[in-house]
């Protein structure tokens, strides 16, 4: 991805905290999205200026719809196929630039598609007084994997 690729008007790069933490970085188009990646050092550079291991990378399609991506390979995460976390706090990246009302506002993230796990989160952020009220996210999983963890005995000394 190119710089002249990053969102930079209305919309603009912006660290974003909810618990984690998150680079957030608004995009032209659907063509750059797909050319995102972290290459290194640079990535690791990127992430030590913001303080954060996660860049949550997005483009708006449409009034309700935003497509988005979640790398965090310093944090041993490569992609991450649906970021609830992150959807939450993007509400609060919209309302700065202008683009959530007073009231409800409902908008679809669609994830994980670059990397074969397409995923859908649905968030609704409650707007009050120009101010970030709540944010509601939701969605479905699919079971991927399971296992058990075993205590080790320990024995009094």
Same mark, same amino acid.
């Given at each position: 991805?190119?710089p ?5 008007? =209305?919309?603009?790069p *912006?660290?974003g905290?909810g618990? $984690?933490s998150?680079?957030?970085?608004p995009v ?5 999205l797909?050319?995102v990646?972290a290459?290194?050092?640079?990535w690791?550079q990127?992430?030590n ?5 996660? *860049?949550?990378?997005y483009?708006?399609?449409g009034?309700n719809?935003i /497509?988005?991506r ?5 944090a041993g #995460?490569?992609?991450? $196929?649906?970021? *609830?976390s992150a959807?939450?706090i993007?509400a609060?990246?919209?309302? /700065?630039?202008?683009l959530? %009302?007073?009231g409800?506002n409902?908008?679809?993230?669609r994830q994980?598609i670059?990397?074969?796990r $397409?995923?859908? #989160?649905g968030t /609704?952020?409650v707007?009050?007084s120009?101010?970030l009220?709540c944010?509601?996210?939701?969605g479905?999983?699919?079971?991927v994997?399971? *296992?058990q ?5 320990? =024995? %009094?000394?």
């Amino acid at each position: 991805m190119r710089p002249e690729q990053i969102v930079t008007d =209305r919309l603009k790069p *912006g660290l974003g905290q909810g618990g $984690p933490s998150f680079l957030y970085i608004p995009v032209v188009d659907i063509d750059a999205l797909a050319q995102v990646h972290a290459s290194q050092p640079a990535w690791s550079q990127m992430m030590n200026v913001a303080v954060v291991d996660s *860049g949550y990378f997005y483009v708006l399609q449409g009034q309700n719809q935003i /497509r988005a991506r979640m790398l965090s390979p310093t944090a041993g #995460i490569p992609e991450d $196929p649906a970021t *609830g976390s992150a959807a939450a706090i993007l509400a609060d990246q919209l309302l /700065r630039a202008g683009l959530l %009302k007073t009231g409800e506002n409902s908008f679809t993230i669609r994830q994980g598609i670059e990397m074969g796990r $397409p995923s859908d #989160i649905g968030t /609704r952020a409650v707007i009050q007084s120009d101010k970030l009220q709540c944010v509601y996210v939701n969605g479905t999983a699919v079971q991927v994997m399971s *296992g058990q963890l075993r205590c080790p005995e320990f =024995r %009094k000394i």
